[in-house]
Nanobody, 123 residues
């Protein structure tokens, strides 16, 4: 099972930016679709961005135009650039590897969930 380690979270003011990074422990990273999820207190974990093995991207409506997902297959990493952050973006952010279903904006995760990285947006 793919192991994932997230990093890059922190506390920022509204309007600020953060770049999250996720390292994957698999020799076949390039074959996986990848996704970033988040879970706010008292809410279910939700997919916010996905990138397929061939580089197609998709975003939740709430983050479109503000977040950008990218991947580096040589480094076996996936990134999430978050700009114009809002208080409602506050959550623990996780990444996972799996299969993306474009018609449903759904990524079926196949890796182990990591510890996540906390993002707090507050003035």
């Amino acid at each position: 099972q793919v192991q994932l380690v997230e990093s890059g979270g922190g506390s920022v003011q509204p309007g600020g930016s953060l770049r999250l990074s996720c390292a994957a422990s698999t020799s076949i990273f390039s074959r996986y679709d990848m996704g970033w999820y988040r879970q706010a207190p008292g809410k279910q974990r939700e997919l916010v961005a996905a990138i397929t093995s061939v580089g197609n991207t998709a975003y939740a409506e709430s983050v479109k135009g503000r977040f950008t997902i990218s991947r580096d297959n040589a480094e076996k990493r996936v990134y999430l650039q978050m700009n114009s952050l809002k208080p409602e973006d506050t959550a623990v952010y996780y990444c996972n590897a799996g299969s993306y279903y474009s018609g449903s904006f759904y990524l079926k995760p196949s890796g182990s969930w990591g510890q996540g990285t906390q993002v707090t947006v507050s003035s």
